[in-house]
């Protein structure tokens, strides 16, 4: 990428950051210049992380880069572990510090002997890739870290894997999750890492006889977790009536619980009342400006908007993924190696219905429906928690778009 | 966290010898200072017609485009803030490709007269030389291109950051011939807070017929940086514009005034009288009027000012020249938070020192500070704070939010009027008559 214009992608440095601010009992301290972490506290209030005594920095001065000094890191972990008494500080390195090759881990090493707390260095400086990369390294460390014991199995309980406050609407998703697991199957949720958790829910990780995966970035997580403790897991969310249909089916499958039979009747009058969506699809199709959605999000949610479209039938001709692909099975999802390019790609499109964050909104022509449906928010806040994308309210919500999409063309 | 043992290992301002001697009240802060990229974007903000290219990190450049979409007059998505992304290949090839690229379709999409090539962090740590690229940008592109370092980690907070990019716009502006030069008019550097339309001293100058020149960074136009020298004189309302006024000094013959947000009536006054000389203004009996109305209030408010202590926080004034003001009025400094030491030569420092020790430290990290409160006792809070806090441990904030669109005599004014207030409700706080609010 050469000349940005617009926001550029989130670093795997920002990814872990906000994976890691959400354990209750944890600490993050920052090993690099204060100014990064002033910044990005407003980012991870629009996200819903608020960092109260949960986030630092050490700050850094020349004599630190240029002496390759610790002392100031050392201090800070001493100070934090005293005065704030946390379970676990996770040291994590900033680019300059990745940069000049401070040894972190070995500070982490020794400073242990010292301290109360866990400390659990974080190698990660901005460079590797980007917050996909990030999350995924997040997640894994909230698992391998700390479900290593051996624990009692919970009846009735799940683990939420792959949830991030980086998720446009994440709390309602959960809230719409937690509803369909209780009313189809009367179980409760554990822990969700990377979003609601503490480091005593992180060690019992093991007790869930489920593990329910809304992000690709922890399916490693949920296969060290059933490879562990024989956990098993559900990749994939509930989008649209027919998908949380499936999914319900799936998850039963894998707990042997039957579903709900109410809910499944209620699922099933809803599916069937979005037969005229498709009929409507089959005929505008032959108008001048035929139904087509464009979806830009990250690679989980893509998938996710792209069931619901299927499911009334409107063919989705772009899809654009805001982070990089490698690593996942991308098919038709595409990711510009130039923003130059993502622009002119959504510029060029008319009369479609787009999902995705304020800005490429923006870049899209006035004639399209646009609905908010990622991050970043440019005009507009995250405030209501009980208005989801996934299961039967996120479908409701869904449909009224496209409905309004269709008044449009 | 234990405030008896912070404060042992901070120092007191009589033993504090370079601004390396100030300590940070703890070594983990938060949220910790801003850096100069801000204070360089909001500088560049400032100056309508000119672009942005913040050459950093995905971080650095994602806050600095995000902040300038919400404000610092940029305005909205498509603004005037661009970035160069650094990834692991420009830390270790350096970052020359990538800029040349990324220049040439910055000037085929929004052909800028004047772009900022602000440095982050991590540039400064690898050594790549953006001043070498500016200056072939700048002969390519035939439009001033200035490089502006903002590297966070030789400098306390954000204010370098306005400074330096400030003080670059000096390669912008045009010689003029002593006959050129306009008797009646005036530049304001380093207007960084507030309005300067709306302060007394925009009001004193424009009705005695003096035109406003070059605003640094309070908001101006690229034409009027390039008229700059033509100004009579420039006023330096914050010493963040001393850097440029001196260069136009030597480089123009531009003479200054510098007219901070002072406490003192003495020093608005010397302030005036300076000004007015330059400008051939002869106001001495207005002056001497709003002078005595100052000095009469101070007078009356050292009765209820005296013997207050406080802890000093980052306000709109000049540090060391409102604490000086303050132990005059016989209020007592027990702990004084500046990311900065003038030198034990400073007059303000010394008269501060002449009554007082206070202990110094670095500001914005306040959450230590609530345990330091327990052992100081202080009775009022001057700067950022929550005020419910304070009032929980019977300490009275001190509001400065309006001073910032403030120069001259309304400055010692308000500062006289604020203190008087909280002082008051400090007492009856004190006395255990209960909340006020």
Redesign the interface.
Known sequence: ???????????D??GVIWTLLSVKGAVV?EYG???????????YGQMGVE?N?S????????D??IMGDVT??E??V???D??YHPEVIFVVSS??TS??GADIKGVCNYMEQETGARLIPVDTG???G?YSLGMREGYNLLVKSFATEAVERKKAVYNVLGASGCDYRMRSDLWELRSLMQEGFSYTEHATPGMDSSVAALKELGAAEVNLVLREEALEAAEYLEKTYGTPYVYGAPYGYEGTLCWLKKVSDVTGVPVNPELLAKLQRKKRDTASYKMYASMYAHKENRPQAVIVGDVSRIRGFSEVLEEVGIPVTLKISNHSLAGFEAGDIIKPAKE?EKISLLKEKTYSLVFGDE?SL?LCDESCEKVVTSF?L?RSKQIAEHMPFIGIRGMDYLLEAVDRYYGKL | MNGAEIISRLKCLGDVNSTKDIRQLTAALFPGAHCPLMGAMMAVGGIEDAVLLVIGTDECTYYTKKATIGGFSFKGIDNRCFSVVLDHHDVTFGCREKLMEAFEELMEEAAPKAVFLVTTCVLEVTGDDVDSMAEELQTQYQIPVLPVHTEHFKTANHIPGVRDTVTACISMMEPVSMEQVNHKRVNVIGQRLGKFEETQLYDVLVKHGIEIGMMLPGGTTLEAVRQAAAARVNIVVNELGLPLAKKMQVQFGTPYVMFDKYAAPEHVLQAYKELMGYLKIDMEEELETMYQECVQMAEEAKKTLSGMKYVYGNTALSCYEYNAFMVSMGMEPLLIQTNEYPGEDDPYVKYILEKYNPYVTKSANIAPLQYVYDELKPNLYLGHEYESRLRAKKIVLVHDSNLSSMLGFDVSKAVIAELVRAAKEAKILAAGEGELR
């Open positions: 990428m050469s000349l940005c214009r617009y926001l550029p992608t989130p670093s440095r920002m301290l210049p204060a100014g990064t972490t002033h910044f990005s506290v407003s980012m960092p005594q986030l630092f920095t050490t700050h850094l001065s020349e630190d880069i100031r890191l201090e800070a001493r100070e934090i005293k005065g680019s300059v940069i000049i901005g460079f590797k980007d130059k800005i923006y970043p440019i």
